[in-house]
């Protein structure tokens, strides 16, 4: 498999993702016990497809390089509430930058990698398979 150039590769770790229920509470926490420190914030919104309006808070704060995401729902229903319904607050998904998103998720999908959500040209949301069921995140790297 060494040579195989179809095969993604990951080469590092830039965002952890967790779902919250009240972001505020989180970052007091995670501030005080494990120093985490500072967090910036922003809020987002829209409709979805089926014009139904939504909203999200989302807190920042960086680890070394590692970017650490809180995500509250505020309003209505966000890809992390079925998240929540089901396993309550916690690690969401992991991100990783890449030079090209839209050639990554081509190419995953491709080897049946169950694609969630893709916005071209800056994200995508797949599903990791196997064992432990987690969701990646490919995210467009800055140029």
Same mark, same amino acid.
């Given at each position: 498999?060494?040579?195989d150039?179809?095969?993604?590769?990951?080469?590092?770790?830039?965002?952890?993702?967790y779902a919250v229920?009240?972001?505020?509470?989180?970052?007091?926490?995670?501030?005080?016990l494990y120093g985490i420190e500072p967090w910036t914030y922003r809020e987002n919104g829209g409709v979805d497809a089926k014009g139904r309006p939504w909203k999200v808070r989302m807190a920042f704060a960086y680890v070394g390089p590692v970017e650490i995401e809180l995500v509250q729902c505020i309003e *209505?229903? /966000? #890809?992390?509430?079925?998240?929540?319904?089901?396993w309550g607050e916690g690690l969401h998904h992991i991100g990783c930058y890449v030079d090209d998103v839209d050639?990554?998720?081509k190419n995953l999908v491709s080897q049946g990698v169950k694609l969630f959500i893709h916005d071209p040209g800056r994200f995508a949301y797949l599903d990791a398979g196997g064992?432990? *069921?987690? /969701? #990646?995140?490919?995210?467009?790297?800055?140029?």
């Open positions: 498999m060494d040579g150039t179809s095969r993604f590769k990951m080469k590092a770790i830039g965002q952890i993702s229920k009240d972001i505020d509470k989180t970052v007091d926490a995670w501030s005080r *209505g229903r /966000i #890809f992390q509430s079925r998240f929540l319904d089901t050639t990554e998720v064992a432990g *069921g987690a /969701i #990646f995140e490919l995210i467009q790297k800055p140029q």
